[in-house]
């Protein structure tokens, strides 16, 4: 595709459910990011993936996140056990290499109710 | 703590003026640093990148870059009221994480 592709667009799930977001970046990128961003706030970084690998996972909240990128391509962050407090719009930016711009996805709204 | 720190704003100009925005990092061995913009409800749109010291210019954009003050800003001229928008300050970090680090961003109002 054109650019970063991110499913689904919105989720709604209930307390206590699990759930998994999908990043499919721009075909070629080998660096892929997820960010965490809560109403009216900054992007809060998650996790930092280069090719199948994630350097820099430091900013994951819990164990209950998890995430994991396979062929150098998609990209699944998984929640579990999910909790009001994750309620936030995940997205998603790859960019060609480590040292070049990042371009979004249009971002998972997560709502747990 | 690799930290990106923008003043959150608001900052309001009047139509046709030049809006400053301004952005500081902590990690000197930064390598690459952008700037997003970013609608209410919409994800995070690159409009500028700069990697050396010196100003670097895109239409009404300007991006200044100073490394020895770990100092980088954007300036736009004949500010619109479509620029209205909160502006993200991204910095990648060097070493081998070469994570992209974001600032809280920084909200513009420009008036008509």
């Known amino acids: 595709g054109a650019g970063v592709s991110q499913s689904p667009s919105n989720k709604v799930t209930e307390k206590g459910k699990d759930v998994e977001l999908r990043c499919d970046p721009i075909?070629?990128?080998?660096?892929l990011y997820w960010y965490r961003q809560s109403l009216g706030q900054g992007l809060e970084f998650l996790i930092y993936?280069?090719?199948?690998?994630?350097?820099?996972k430091s900013g994951l909240p819990s164990d209950r996140f998890s995430a994991e990128r396979t062929g150098g391509s998609v990209s699944t962050l998984t929640i579990q056990r999910t909790q009001q407090e994750d309620s936030a719009v995940y997205l998603c930016a790859s960019s060609p290499q480590r040292r070049s711009e990042a371009f979004f996805g249009q971002g998972t709204r997560l709502t747990v109710v | 703590q690799k930290e990106v720190e923008q003043n959150s704003g608001p900052l309001s100009v009047p139509e046709g003026a030049i809006a400053s925005l301004n952005c500081t990092y902590s990690d000197r061995g930064s390598q690459s640093f952008f700037w997003y913009r970013q609608y209410s409800g919409k994800s995070p749109e690159l409009i500028m990148s700069?990697?050396?010291?010196g100003d670097k210019e895109d239409g009404r954009f300007t991006a200044q870059l100073n490394k020895a003050s770990q100092y980088v800003s954007l300036l736009i001229r004949d500010s619109q009221p479509s620029d209205s928008a909160t502006y993200l300050c991204?910095?990648?970090?060097?070493?081998?994480?070469?994570?992209?680090?974001f600032g809280k961003g920084t909200k513009l109002s420009v008036k008509p």
């Open positions: 700069i990697y050396s010291n």
């Open positions: 991204a910095v990648r970090y060097g070493g081998s994480q070469g994570n992209l680090i």
């Open positions: 075909s070629g990128h080998t660096a």
């Open positions: 993936f280069q090719g199948n690998s994630a350097p820099d």
